[in-house]
Structures are given as C-alpha cells and as structure tokens.
C-alpha cells in the first residue's frame, strides 16, 4: 500500500470516527432523556442509531462530472441512514467555490481539483481536512461512430474542426490546458463552457465536432458520443477532494456522507462509472 493511499484510509477513518462519534453523542442524550422499561433493550438498534445522529437533509455542492454518481451515491446513502435527504447543485467547482466562500448555503462540498478545493479551505469554510476520493481523465468526445475519424488530438489543432473546450478557470478547462501542452499543440476552440456536462453537450446536440471532456462523462453519455484516448491525457490528471462544509447546519450527517464518499462502498460505485482511485 503507498503512502499516499495509507494517508487517504486514515483520513476516511478519522472523517467516519468523527460522524460516528457525533451519531453517539445524540443517541446517549436520546437515551438520557427517556426513562427505562423492563424487558428493553439498554442499547440503540442501528436504525435508532441513525435516526438519532445522521438523519435529516443535507445540501451537496458537486463538481458537475459528479452527477451520475453522485445521485446513485445519495440513494445508497439515503438508505443506509433512514431519514436523510441529500439534495445536489451541480456545477462548475469554481462557481460553486465561490459561492460557499460567499456565504451560500451548503454542507458538503466535492470539487474537481484540488486546487479549487483550496479557494474554500484558504477561507476556513472547511470542517476538517478534505479528503481526494477519486482520480478522472480526459477524453476526445466526437459524434457516435465518430464519422470525422478523428483518432489525435493533433487533429484537432486543424481549424476545420469545431472544438468544445472548459473554460480555463473550471477543472476540465484548466486539465485541457495541461494536456495540450503537453502534446505540444494549439487549439482555437469554438466555444468555451462553464462546466463538463455542458462541453459534451454541445458534441451530443452536433453543434461542434469534438470536445475535451472527462472518461466518466463519455462513458455516462452511453451511446450518444464515442470516445477516443488520447496519450497526453496521463500528463493531467484530475483529482476530487470532498469536505464537510463548516457552515453546515447537520455536521453530522454531513460529515457522515463525506465519508460514505470516500468508503469503499462509495470506490465501488465511483469506479464503475470509470472513475480512478484517488
């Protein structure tokens, strides 16, 4: 096992202790506060557990590659923890940092970039060490079959392709950056968009030839977009940190979703969406 990865489970452990601890808490003064009966039981049942601790609505700002997942990640969580209720904004991780750091009401928030993450805990917002809990990379997105035949992403420095690209301020935008110098290549895209769903949107609608976008988005779009690798693709990795949010008015099961996240439960269903560890 790296040390990276040590460092990661350690932190999902603390993150888990942590939620758990406030879980305990609640259920003792629960327990405190009714008298006894004969023949009960002295000890919460996990559902009471739950109810006691993790339990009411949560509000998630996620990166908006985080869609697909995320939604089956809250349905998981929703039941595993009877009586929680998560609800979503999805978006660009730059608008969403902005808005936590403006005041707007959150509990967790799960950015694409460590970097954007920083926007936040440079403020103190965050409750907590935020936590990398998965790795994407990009990909040329093209019209499916791609009938183009666009295999490079050299190709796509010819300007008779009309090109997607993030804005350089969002995650994909800023990892696109990376990838063509890598490769060495310049790029006049056509349109600039404020978060990934909408790049690949602008592919699936056929309003431009190719756009760079995540593995994951690709692969959640079925068969309404082909996907084709790129090599410099390696050299721009993204990387996911999640945080509770200081400003959260149910730490507990704000905490207790962050965790979940970075479970191996919450691996599991991230990988199947293509999706690399963290």
């Known amino acids: 096992m790296t040390v990276s990865r040590m460092s990661r489970l350690r932190r999902v452990a603390a993150a888990s202790t942590v939620a758990l601890a406030l879980v305990g808490l609640a259920a003792c003064s629960s327990s405190s506060s009714s008298s006894g009966s004969a023949g009960s039981s002295s000890s919460p049942t996990a559902s009471a557990a739950s109810s006691a601790g993790v339990t009411g609505k949560i509000t998630v700002f996620a990166a908006a590659s985080l869609k697909n997942t995320f939604t089956t990640l809250a349905k998981e969580f929703e039941a595993a923890h009877p009586g929680t209720s998560v609800t979503f904004s999805f978006g660009g991780s730059d608008t969403l940092a902005a808005s936590i750091v403006n005041g707007a009401p959150a509990d967790v928030f799960a950015a694409a970039s460590t970097a954007t ?47 997607a690209l993030c804005a350089k301020t969002v995650p994909c935008g800023a990892a696109a950056v990376k990838a063509l110098a890598a490769a060495n290549v310049k790029l006049t895209p056509v349109t600039l968009e404020q978060d990934v769903t909408s790049a690949l949107t602008k592919v699936e609608l056929g309003e431009v ?13 079925d068969k309404k977009v ?7 693709a390696t050299k721009a990795i993204t990387t996911y940190p999640i945080v ?21 439960q919450g691996e599991q269903v991230l990988q199947a969406a293509g999706f690399q560890a963290p």
């Open 117 to 163: 993450m920083q926007t936040v805990t440079s403020k103190g917002d965050n409750a907590g060490a935020p936590v990398d809990f998965a790795k994407n990379e990009l990909e040329i997105a093209v019209a499916p079959g791609n009938p183009k035949n666009i295999t490079s992403l050299e190709q796509l420095a010819d300007p008779k392709y009309k090109v």
């Open 209 to 221: 030839d190719a756009a760079l976008v995540y593995q994951t988005d690709v692969k959640g779009a």
């Open 226 to 232: 082909t996907g084709v690798n790129f090599a410099a």
């Open 244 to 264: 509770a949010l200081k400003g959260s008015s149910n730490s507990a099961t704000a905490q207790a979703f962050a965790a979940f996240v970075a479970s191996p």
